[in-house]
């Protein structure tokens, strides 16, 4: 092959600047991280107008092309290669982590929803994850309302058959898990939907209750991994069903959770313990005085795993184990509740229950470093924990990386041209 016709390693229609500029949007998009624009304005001397050189020299406006940008990584969801398309819905789900954008979907709900759809119903792995992901951040950009519940409603069926799937990758169930999880709570769809999801979802992590023989089983990590995400939707579920419903299921589950303190996973033991401190805490509300069967071997065995001293575990797991499992047995013995205070920008969100902790970890876990500008800006973050309506700071807002490099070039073009003609009527006068 001559030289300089070499093909190009890139396959079907994938897009290496949606990769670049939306991929790595939690850098140049994100809002809180990004500093206020300071342009000193040139001095006004030297000619009739009180400018130097021709009127006509002004700094060009910023042009924000991060919808472009957006609509472009949309587009390249319907080319051929497997791979682009996955990064290309990676890069809208990133998106979205970094800025609110609620009308902008709203306007292209059907696109959205069947682009989705295609990726859940034909698409294989890593794309079928990043689509049930992708969900999720729908979702929390609409709200609670007609728009999310349609698109919920018409994925539901297949985040299910993903996450049910044995033949599936873990890694794709488990996002498909916490997509479920996320969408339900925010969704008004009904008892019988939030139902069902948690029935899928108990069918994934009761593999991990202990054999007929009192083992634990044994599961690699992804597995486990996969299990203890399932009780983490599930438990996110749990927070806002009617107290008949937590009362039922006090009697069906609350016996059997203990058992999944006995895995050998970190994350599972977490999970299952901070499931155990929300039955309670919701059961309390009911019956103040509740303690539940078999209460003592429980506080027991909480406060082995608080004081856990094991050298078969590394250090940095021990010291995450006991901080947890302190909180989590001060919660069962005592009824204690976190406290727990957030600080983003002028605000601060105060947790002071297990439900709202579970809450807030749940929808970090999805929103990444983009959690604080939803917590400002999204009428929904600000509902779920009642930060009251949006603030007016005043303040000029903030904007992102590329506006303000552009912003900055185009300040260097003017005050060159300017100094052009400047020193061009200096050496006039010279002369």
């Avoid at 927070?239 to 203990?258: F, Y």
């Avoid at 800006?377 to 552009?406: A, C, H």
Wanted: hydrophobic fraction near 35%; charged fraction near 30%.
């Amino acid at each position: 092959m001559p030289k300089g016709k070499k093909k190009s390693k890139t396959s079907g229609n994938f897009h290496p600047k949606i990769e670049t500029n939306l991929l790595n949007s939690e850098e140049e998009s994100n809002i809180d991280n990004a500093s206020v624009i300071s342009v000193a304005s040139d001095s006004r001397y030297g000619s009739d107008d009180g400018t130097w050189g021709e009127p006509e020299i002004e700094e060009s406006p910023i042009y924000d092309d991060f919808e472009e940008k957006l609509k472009e990584a949309i587009d390249g969801t319907n080319q051929k290669s497997a791979k682009g398309r996955q990064v290309c819905l990676e890069a809208v789900r990133k998106a979205l982590s970094t800025r609110y954008m609620c009308d902008f979907i709203v306007e292209r709900k059907i696109t959205v929803c069947d682009m989705l759809e295609r990726s859940l119903k034909r698409g294989k792995g890593d794309e079928q994850g990043s689509a049930a992901l992708l969900t999720a951040s729908i979702c929390i950009q609409l709200g609670v309302g007609s728009d999310s519940e349609e698109i919920f409603l018409e994925l539901q069926p297949y985040l299910v058959k993903v996450l049910l799937d044995p033949t599936a990758l873990p890694e794709t169930r488990q996002k498909c898990a916490t997509a479920l999880g996320v969408c339900c709570f925010i969704t008004d769809v009904g008892g019988d939907v939030i139902t069902s999801t948690m029935d899928a979802l108990q069918s994934v992590f009761s593999s991990s209750f202990l054999k007929g023989n009192g083992v634990p089983p044994s599961h690699p990590p992804d597995v486990t991994a996969l299990h203890s995400t399932a009780l983490t939707a599930w438990s996110l579920l749990l927070t806002v069903l009617s107290m008949n419903q937590i009362l039922a299921l006090t009697k069906s589950h609350l016996k059997r959770l203990p058992e999944l303190l006995e895995s050998s996973d970190l994350e599972l033991r977490i999970a299952a313990g901070e499931c155990i401190a929300i039955f309670y805490e919701l059961i309390r509300e009911y019956k103040n005085d509740y303690e539940g069967e078999n209460i003592t071997d429980l506080c027991n065995k909480l406060h082995d795993l608080a004081t856990d001293c094991h050298k078969s575990r590394a250090k940095k797991d021990r010291r995450q184990q006991r901080s947890s499992f302190r909180d989590i047995l001060k919660a069962v013995e005592n009824g204690e509740t976190p406290d727990i205070r957030i600080k983003f920008g002028r605000e601060t969100l105060y947790i002071d229950s297990w439900c709202r902790k579970h809450q807030y970890d749940a929808f970090c876990q999805l929103l990444g470093s983009g959690m604080n500008l939803h917590l400002s800006v999204n009428e929904l973050m600000r509902d779920i924990f009642e930060l009251g309506p949006l603030i007016d700071t005043g303040l000029t807002p903030k904007i992102s990386k590329m506006e303000r490099n552009v912003a900055n070039a185009a300040a260097c073009k003017a005050r060159t041209r300017t100094r052009g003609k400047l020193r061009d009527k200096r050496a006039d006068v010279i002369r």
